[in-house]
C-alpha cells in the first residue's frame, strides 16, 4: 500500500472520530447556549409581566379596577402577556395553587413547583420536562404579594365589593400577607422549538469546522507530500532505474537540509560513487584488452561454465572464428579432452586451488573446421567478489 493511501486512511479514521468529538462537544455548547436564552427569554418576559402587574396594582384604584376588569392586575397582565409573546413559541401562564379564576389553576408540575416555592426558597426555577406528550422547558418566576396587592387578596372583608361578589367569604384566594407567594408566572418553550434551532447552529458549526479542518489538512497534505513523498518516490525510482539500466548518472537536486535533504544527498554520492567505479572497471577492462592484444599467444577468459568473455586477436585466429562468433561459446566444446579442465575447475571451488591452475598442460584443441591443434595450456584464476573467472593462455606446439 502507497504511503499516501495508508495515511489517507488513517486521518480519515481520525478525522471520523474527531468530527464525532467535535460533534457531541458543539452539540452540547449550542445545546446549552439555546436552553441558556431560552431561560433568558423567559426570565424577561416574566419580568415584564410582573413590573406590570405592579404597576398596574400600585396604580388603577379598586373603583376603576371594579368598574373595568380587563384592569385588574391579573386580567390586563395576562393580556399584556399574550400580546409580548404574539408569533413566538412562548407560551405564558400566570397560575396560583389558591386561584381565584379556575383557568389559572397550575398543572402538575406548575402545582409542585408552588409548592416548593411555598415551602422552601422562592426563586426561579426552570428544567425540561414532558409537557402534554413533548418535552419543553418551563419556567417559573414566584410572585410575592406586595402592599397594594393585600387591597383585593388580604382578607374577604377588606376587599372591595366587586371582588368579594365573585369570591365569597372563606374563599381560598384570600388571607395573603406581604412577601408571600401569591402565585408564579409559569412559561414553556417546546422543546422541538428551541432543537431546531440548535440542529442548524450545529450544522452550521460542523460545516465551519470541516471547512477549517479541511484546508488545514489540504495545506498539511501538500507540505507532506513536497518536502517527504515526493523526494522520497524521486530517489526510489532513481535507485531502481540505475539498478536496471546500469547507468549511474541520475541525480536529485536536493531542496532542504532535513533528514529528507541528507538522504537525497547520500543518494547522489552513492550514484556518483557507482558511477566511478563501473567507469574504473570499464577502463581495466579495457586496460586488460588491449594488454592481451598484444600478446604473442592465443588468449581466451571464460567463465565457470565454459562461457567465454573475452578473446583476444591470436584466440580468433586459432579458433577461426571472429570476436563476435567466439564469445558466448563454451570454450570446452573445442577440446578434445576437457575432463581435466572442468575437474580442475571444480576443484578449485570444492577445494580453494587445484593443481591444474597456473601449471602447463597438454591439450588437443579442435578449431571451427574440425582441424586438430595440439597446444601448451596454462589456466590461471582471478577472483572478483561475485565471481570466478579464468583465462587461459594456449601455446601451440605443432
Ligand atoms: C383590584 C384588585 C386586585 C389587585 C390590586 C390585585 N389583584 Fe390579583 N386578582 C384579582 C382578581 C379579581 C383576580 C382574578 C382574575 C381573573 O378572574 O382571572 C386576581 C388573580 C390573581 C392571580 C391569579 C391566580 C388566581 O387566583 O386566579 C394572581 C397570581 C394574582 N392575582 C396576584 C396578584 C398580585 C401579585 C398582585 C399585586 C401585584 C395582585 N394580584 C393585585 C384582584 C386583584
Given amino acids: ?73 391579573q386580567v390586563a397582565a395576562s393580556k399584556i402577556a399574550k400580546l409580548i409573546t404574539r408569533d413566538t413559541p412562548y407560551y405564558v401562564r400566570q397560575v396560583s395553587l389558591r386561584f381565584r379564576n379556575p383557568a389559572n389553576r397550575p398543572d402538575e408540575y406548575e402545582a409542585g413547583e408552588l409548592r416548593r416555592f411555598t415551602e422552601g426558597t422562592p426563586q426561579e426555577s426552570y428544567r425540561i420536562v414532558p409537557h402534554n406528550g413533548k418535552d419543553a422547558l418551563r419556567y417559573l418566576l414566584p410572585m410575592k404579594a406586595e402592599k397594594s396587592c393585600l387591597v383585593c387578596h388580604d382578607s374577604y372583608r377588606t376587599s372591595p365589593p366587586f371582588v368579594q361578589k365573585r369570591f365569597p367569604e372563606g374563599h381560598p384566594s384570600y388571607g395573603y400577607r406581604e412577601g408571600d407567594v401569591i402565585g408564579a408566572i409559569s412559561v414553556s418553550v417546546p422543546m422541538s422549538e428551541l432543537n431546531r434551532t440548535i440542529r442548524s447552529n450545529l450544522v452550521q458549526d460542523l460545516l465551519y469546522e470541516i471547512s477549517i479542518l ?22 526510489a525510482t532513481g535507485i531502481s532505474e540505475a539498478t536496471k539500466s546500469g547507468n549511474f548518472a541520475t541525480r536529485i537536486a536536493a531542496r532542504s537540509q532535513d533528514e529528507i535533504g541528507r538522504l537525497v544527498e547520500s543518494f547522489n554520492e552513492l550514484m556518483a560513487e557507482l558511477e566511478r567505479r563501473t567507469r574504473q572497471r570499464a577502463e581495466s577492462d579495457e586496460r586488460y584488452r588491449n594488454f ?13 561454465d565454459g562461457k567465454i568473455v573475452i578473446a583476444n586477436n591470436k584466440a580468433e585466429k586459432l579458433f577461426g572464428l571472429t570476436r563476435e562468433e567466439l564469445l558466448g561459446q563454451c570454450i570446452f566444446e573445442f577440446m578434445m579432452d576437457p575432463s581435466m579442465v572442468r575437474q580442475g575447475i571444480e576443484d578449485y571451488f570444492s577445494a580453494g586451488s587445484s593443481q591444474m591452475l597456473g601449471n602447463a598442460s597438454r591439450q588437443t584443441l579442435r578449431d571451427v573446421c574440425g582441424r586438430e591443434i595440439d597446444c601448451e595450456i596454462v589456466i590461471s584464476v582471478s577472483q572478483s567478489e561475485h565471481e570466478a573467472m579464468f583465462t587461459a593462455i594456449l601455446r601451440t606446439t605443432t
Fill in 1 to 73: 500500500m502507497r504511503i499516501t493511501t495508508k495515511l489517507t486512511l488513517i486521518i480519515c479514521m481520525l478525522l471520523i472520530l474527531l468530527f464525532a468529538a467535535l460533534g457531541l462537544n458543539s452539540y452540547r455548547g449550542d445545546h446549552s447556549l439555546i436552553v441558556n436564552a431560552a431561560v433568558d427569554k423567559a426570565r424577561i418576559i416574566s419580568q415584564q409581566i410582573i413590573e406590570t402587574r405592579e404597576y398596574l396594582s400600585a396604580t388603577v384604584t379598586t373603583s376603576i379596577a371594579g368598574s373595568t376588569p380587563d384592569l385588574i392586575p
Fill in 214 to 235: 479541511g484546508l488545514l489538512l489540504l495545506a498539511t497534505g501538500l507540505i507532506i507530500h513536497r518536502a517527504i513523498l515526493a523526494p522520497v518516490s524521486r530517489v
Fill in 292 to 304: 592481451i592484444e598484444i600478446a604473442q599467444s592465443p588468449i581466451v577468459t571464460f567463465l565457470p
